[in-house]
């Protein structure tokens, strides 16, 4: 990112709290557009740092501060919500009727860009989160968040069966009794099919918990990877690095909690963007041979 559009980035920026070093602010010109007093909050760091720089306590209150703001979104009734991370900021995007209407326009202005908000809708949103922010006692708040426990059992989804796992698993990491799949999606939704798509995935019965509801430790274990494997996107040379989860049953494409992290070179004209915006749509499948080639890449940086 140059020093341009890093200036614009902040200078759309309108702050609503700071929690340590983390600052929340109203994206100006934001994923899917006006959507009401509920709307799109960008988390970015107040020294300025890179996702992939930011420290173990970052990451904490990275997951704290989504926590609340999904059980903001949710008091709300907005289930369906989207997390877009960028080197140097972290997007909350609610998707209220989470049609397909919303889900096209949320992609298309991820590569295209949208237009900026109007004044007043700036001071709704303003108004609704300092007011929503304000009520919270944080420290309380974060201390009282789910904890890690043994969730209900539900219907297994494809990530809950080993036969789908297996053809794509890059690794199994543990952490804190926690165990993580690491996959290379066989559908990868980079600008080319050869940029890197890797899923961070709670194993088995853990994966049903979603939103507001996910234990913090469990948050915090997926941050810790997300930014691993950034780490590792970076050290490719890929100069963007995206982050995506979906929270709620009509935003995911499988009912299983799981992160989505993609090394890419973003389009730069408008024909790369065009292709780069087909290819999220409709992304095309790697051969076996491809899938392998991957999944053989990334597998030492997981396996100790």
């Not at 997951?63 to 919500?81: F, M, V």
């Not at 007011?131 to 708040?141: G, H, L, R, V």
């Not at 969730?151 to 993580?180: H, M, W």
């Not at 080319?192 to 961070?200: Q, T």
Request: charged fraction near 25%; aromatic fraction near 10%; proline fraction near 5%.
């Amino acid at each position: 990112m140059d020093l341009t559009h890093l200036f614009i980035h902040w200078s759309n920026m309108n702050l609503i709290y700071q929690y340590n070093h983390l600052k929340i602010a109203i994206e100006s010109k934001p994923i899917g557009g006006y959507r009401g007093k509920v709307g799109t909050l960008t988390v970015s760091h107040a020294n300025y740092l890179v996702f992939t720089e930011w420290s173990k306590e970052d990451l904490t209150n990275l997951a704290a501060i989504t926590q609340k703001i999904l059980q903001i979104h949710e008091k709300e009734h907005i289930s369906n919500s989207l997390i877009f991370g960028r080197q140097r900021a972290i997007t909350f995007v609610p998707y209220p009727r989470c049609n397909w209407y919303e889900k096209v326009q949320g992609a298309y202005h991820a590569i295209f860009g949208s237009s900026i908000l109007k004044q007043n809708q700036i001071d709704q949103i303003s108004q609704f989160y300092r007011t929503a922010f304000k009520n919270m006692d944080f420290e309380s708040d974060i201390e009282s968040l789910p904890t890690l426990e043994k969730p209900l059992k539900k219907p297994a989804d494809p990530f809950c069966k080993d036969v789908v796992l297996s053809k794509q698993r890059i690794a199994t990491v543990s952490k804190e009794g926690e165990n993580y799949e690491i996959l290379h999606d066989n559908r990868p939704k980079g600008r080319l099919k050869k940029d890197p798509h890797i899923l961070i995935i709670p194993s088995a019965e853990s994966g049903h918990v979603d939103g507001s509801k996910v234990p913090l430790k469990r948050r915090i274990h997926m941050l810790e990877l997300v930014q691993k494997t950034m780490q590792i996107f970076e050290k490719e040379k890929f100069k963007d690095c995206l982050y995506l989860e979906r929270n709620g049953k009509k935003l995911q494409s499988v009912p299983h909690k799981h992160s989505h992290i993609i090394g890419i070179q973003f389009p730069k004209n408008r024909w790369e963007r065009i292709r780069a915006f087909l290819r999220l749509l409709l992304p095309s499948a790697l051969s076996k041979p491809e899938l392998k080639k991957r999944i053989d890449l990334y597998k030492p940086h997981f396996v100790a």
